[in-house]
């Protein structure tokens, strides 16, 4: 896996509270969430760093439901062990031209 196709955890860490609810709604349907779990992140003005130091707790604290926060938990995770991929949008030529 080439690391030029990485989210690290240096990449999110800049995220200003917008660049970070744009990611994640990008990744919202893989994530399974909804508006208002993204409400959530916007009303408490999450931004990237932050969101790599939340916790499960402090998001039910503030609204989530379980399910939800423990999925951004674990994609949080994940981004800081640089298992998260960027999704790259390519034309893809057929292989029998």
């Given at each position: 896996m080439?690391?030029?196709n990485m989210i690290t955890e240096e990449m999110v860490r800049k995220y200003n509270k917008s660049e970070l609810l744009d990611f994640l709604r990008k990744?919202?349907?893989s994530l399974e969430l909804d508006e208002d779990d993204l409400e959530i992140?916007?009303?408490?003005?999450i931004n990237?760093?932050?969101f790599l130091k939340v916790n499960v707790d402090r998001l039910i604290y503030h609204g989530m439901k379980l399910g939800p926060a423990m999925t951004?938990?674990?994609f949080a995770n994940d981004i800081k062990e640089c298992k998260v991929q960027r999704k790259?949008?390519?034309n893809k030529i057929p292989s029998n031209i």
């Open positions: 080439s690391t030029s990744e919202k349907n992140i916007r009303r408490e003005k990237g760093r932050n951004l938990i674990e790259i949008l390519s």
